[in-house]
């Protein structure tokens, strides 16, 4: 069945570095989604990329879409202590009525 | 504009009962999607209901059953629970079965003594 995999799994960094986390998918994807968890919390959806090579921003965060729509990206720049929580991708199944498979997540730690 | 309500919060269950879990979806949505979510891991979809039909379904056992209503608000049963069903069970809802972004509640956190 697809598979959607993330890595890193962890990531520590200072506040004001950079941080980036990848997502693959062992087959196409139609669309990628993103989220965020925070501690204790629900995923929360942050944005959807559909098109092959799409970029997207929302302030210091940067989603990029794969031009095969297999893999994608998320970057933050400069990362606040906010920024804290587990970051998701998801992908749907292709079939008529699909189900979205969410990766493992990369879970980041800011260190003020 | 209300979001999507889970019930109850926090349930404490023992190994062989069963259990039923509430969700009424986000104002507008038709489609719920119900996930299981262990500590540690991403949210792994157990079934989707579209039309008060599932119409998606993940690896997960006949003891995972549902149900959705005419008003879109959406069960989940569990039955002969095993200490291995202990997790946060959310629910999410979204327009349309074709996997566009799904909106989820707080979550039922289980429990299984």
């Known amino acids: 069945g697809q598979q959607v995999m993330q890595i890193p799994q962890y990531q520590h960094v200072q506040e004001g570095e950079d941080f980036t986390t990848y997502c693959n998918s062992s087959?196409?994807?139609?669309?990628i989604q993103w989220y965020k968890q925070r501690p204790g919390g629900h995923p929360v959806f942050l944005i959807q990329?559909?098109?092959?090579?799409e970029v997207k921003k929302q302030k210091r965060l940067t989603f990029q879409f794969g031009e095969a729509k297999k893999n994608s990206s998320l970057h933050i720049t400069a990362t606040q202590t906010t920024d804290v929580g587990t970051y998701f991708c998801a992908g749907p199944v292709r079939g008529g009525y699909q189900k979205v498979t969410f990766g493992i997540g990369t879970k980041l730690q800011v260190i003020p | 504009d209300a979001g999507v309500t889970q019930s109850p919060t926090h349930l404490i269950k023992t190994r062989g009962q069963q259990v039923t879990l509430r969700c009424s979806p986000k104002?507008?949505?038709?489609?719920v999607s119900w996930y299981q979510q262990a500590l540690g891991q991403g949210p792994q979809f157990i079934f989707q209901y579209y039309e008060e039909e599932e119409r998606q379904r993940g690896n997960f056992p006949d003891r995972f059953s549902g149900h959705q209503f005419p008003n879109y608000s959406s069960e989940l049963n569990v039955n002969a629970l095993l200490l291995g069903d202990s997790a946060l069970y959310l629910c999410?809802?979204?327009?349309?079965?074709?996997?566009?972004?799904?909106?989820f509640g707080d979550g039922t956190r289980l429990s299984i003594l």
């Open positions: 104002s507008g949505h038709d489609t």
């Open positions: 990329l559909v098109k092959s090579g």
């Open positions: 999410a809802s979204s327009l349309g079965a074709a996997g566009g972004p799904q909106h």
């Open positions: 087959t196409t994807l139609s669309n």
